[in-house]
């Protein structure tokens, strides 16, 4: 149960020390993606001018203010809270992020399935799991709103914040075949049968 | 009691904000009590997080999640009330409105097929208004919800039949907390609507999982079956953020209307543990808020 401060971005090898139930505080660059931003990274051709290798993505969708661009605000954007979302939904986006852009870490919340486990394993990455629905506390880490691009599909643009301190993150799916919600599903479904039968259903 | 609309829309305006800004204290309570009864200590660490961020949107006037929902207004009317009803819901979605672009929200709300954000967090049906009647004479009460996707995306609906009985009841509303997962950002409220038709069974799922924490069925029977659910839930080792643990629901809620003979609809919608609602009651003394 280590403790990791990383840079962004980072190679395979730092990713691949990364072990579930480990904790992960990132620092400098953090890319924020959504729903549509994958929609039309995928499946209608768009592409983005970012670099995203080695970096790490956070599946969300801020609240921001629109202001002048300023050094302050060289996007035009203040943030005003920035929060995590629901990672499963986009769980088919995990291989082609990876291949086509070489992005390492994933955060988000709610964890992802058995397809992004298998992506984890053979391409070096790592799920970073946040506490979801405390966005006032993840607002505090984030400096700046960079830049953003494909920004006609706000708030589902594609964003890149300048971040400090950003977690504890745990890391609950690594590149080694673990993930902590799978251990947790197995566990849970084992405990279903106990929790029914105390119910007094009677199972056929 | 005559209504000003002008004092509609602006509270309508402050409801959204204030509800997505500061948690009810039953939802806080729930905290305190889930925390101390919490034995694993990765569980206990991710409450003491979500704690930590209920103070960090306070003393930073801040929301407490970028999620800003699909919101919904539930209104009760007195019967003393003069009021057009028509302008009353309009005035309503001013406000909404107003909320958004003024402070500014972000727009969680999108036409469902093209896709389009018109920016306000009003679209066609959207914000969602339930209107009832209440018998106290000078009154009106505006209670706002802003329904987060996490947990919305969790609903599920069963229309089983009579020969399965309660224990069809049971095994839903287990196997909806376990197919749920960590998506619905557990610890949540388990709404479960039981009986009616379909789309009533939904809607009363829904008032259970947004009935603030302490309050019981009304029903003899739902209160009982609400107490054995809630302990059978937090057995099942979901936990806060699906990553194991005791703290799986803050409670189970149910609500309850009368059914067909040949129907045994239930319904399942999940509160996340940002259960935030705000309420404004209008009365002859003023507009009092609260939760």
């Excluded at chain 1, 943030?79 to 086509?100: H, K, Y």
């Excluded at chain 2, 919490?38 to 929301?63: C, F, K, W, Y």
């Excluded at chain 2, 399965?164 to 749920?180: L, P």
Aim: proline fraction near 5%; charge should be negative; hydrophobic fraction near 40%.
């Amino acid at each position: 149960m280590a403790h990791h401060e990383l840079n962004t971005p980072v190679t395979e090898a730092q990713v691949r020390e990364l072990h579930a139930g480990d904790t992960v505080t990132l620092q400098s660059t953090l890319f924020g993606i959504r729903d549509a931003t994958q929609i039309h990274m995928f499946d209608r051709g768009r592409t983005t001018r970012f670099d995203l290798r080695g970096h790490a993505v956070i599946h969300t969708a801020p609240n921001v203010r629109r202001v002048t661009a300023s050094p302050e605000f060289p996007a035009g954007y203040a943030p005003v809270c920035i929060g995590t979302t629901t990672s499963d939904r986009m769980e088919r986006f995990t291989w082609p992020l990876m291949q086509q852009y070489g992005v390492r870490m994933i955060v988000g919340k709610g964890g992802l399935r058995a397809d992004s486990l298998e992506a984890f394993a053979k391409l070096g990455g790592v799920y970073l799991a946040i506490v979801g629905g405390t966005a006032a506390l993840e607002s505090t880490w984030i400096e700046q709103i960079e830049d953003v691009d494909l920004d006609d599909l706000n708030p589902e643009s594609l964003w890149k914040f300048r971040i400090r301190d950003f977690g504890p993150l745990l890391v609950a799916m690594d590149s080694h075949g673990n993930s902590l919600y799978e251990d947790v599903r197995h566990d849970v479904q084992e405990r279903r049968t106990r929790v029914l039968a105390g119910l007094g259903v009677r199972t056929a | 009691m005559k209504i000003d609309l002008k004092a509609i829309e602006d509270t309508a305006r402050e409801l959204y904000i204030r509800a997505l800004k500061v948690l009810p204290p039953d939802i806080k309570q729930g905290f305190d009590q889930l925390v101390r009864n919490e034995s694993v200590p990765r569980a206990q660490g991710v409450l003491r997080t979500m704690m930590t961020n209920i103070e960090v949107a306070e003393r930073t006037d801040n929301l407490l999640c970028q999620d800003t929902g699909v919101p919904i207004y539930n209104l009760r009317i007195g019967s003393g009330v003069e009021v057009d009803g028509h302008a009353l819901k309009a005035a309503i979605r001013r406000g909404c409105e107003r909320a958004t672009r003024e402070y500014p929200l972000r727009s969680s709300v999108v036409h469902p097929l093209t896709r389009r954000n018109e920016h306000t967090s009003c679209g066609i049906e959207v914000p969602v208004i339930h209107i009832d009647f209440v018998e106290t004479t000078d009154f009106l009460d505006i209670e706002m919800i802003p329904k987060g996707s996490g947990s919305e995306n969790n609903s599920f609906l069963k229309m089983a039949i009579p020969a399965e009985g309660i224990d069809a009841i049971k095994t839903f509303v287990v196997d909806c907390v376990v197919a749920a997962g960590g998506k619905t950002c557990p610890p949540t409220i388990v709404g479960v609507g039981l009986g009616g038709t379909s789309d009533l069974c939904v809607a009363l799922a829904k008032r259970a999982a947004t009935r603030p924490l302490g309050t019981r069925c009304d029903d003899p029977d739902g209160a009982l079956l609400e107490d054995e659910l809630s302990q059978a839930v937090n057995q099942l080792g979901v936990g806060p953020q699906g990553l194991g643990g005791d703290s799986t629901a803050f409670a189970v809620h149910i609500e309850l209307a009368a059914t067909h003979i040949t129907m045994n609809p239930i319904a399942v919608n999940m509160q996340c543990h940002s259960a935030r609602r705000a309420r404004a009651s209008f009365t002859p003394t003023g507009i009092h808020y609260g939760f």
